[in-house]
């Protein structure tokens, strides 16, 4: 499991949705995408962030493989394509 800062104030907004009316979290929902327009909107903050963290483990996970396999290559005399 990897861990994954977000920000504060865009997880607190979606919160402070998901405990309040019912109307609030579905004008979130309704809202989203809306950047082109600035409409600054908690759940694509989040999952942008969310996403950017991701992808940065996958390449640093896929770094750590190629470094592997080309160990492994050279342990076995073989040599691999980087």
């Not at 579905?26 to 694509?44: H, M, Q, S, W, Y």
Request: aromatic share 4%.
């Amino acid at each position: 499991m990897i861990q994954v800062t977000v920000s504060a104030s865009a997880l607190q907004e979606l919160l402070q949705a998901l405990n309040g009316p019912p109307h609030i979290i579905r004008e979130l929902i309704a809202t989203r995408g809306l950047g082109a327009f600035n409409v600054k909107n908690p759940i694509d903050t989040l999952c942008d962030e969310y996403n950017a963290a991701v992808e940065q483990h996958n390449k640093r996970l896929s770094d750590w493989q190629r470094e592997q396999l080309v160990a492994k290559g050279k342990a076995d005399g073989k040599s691999t394509p980087s």
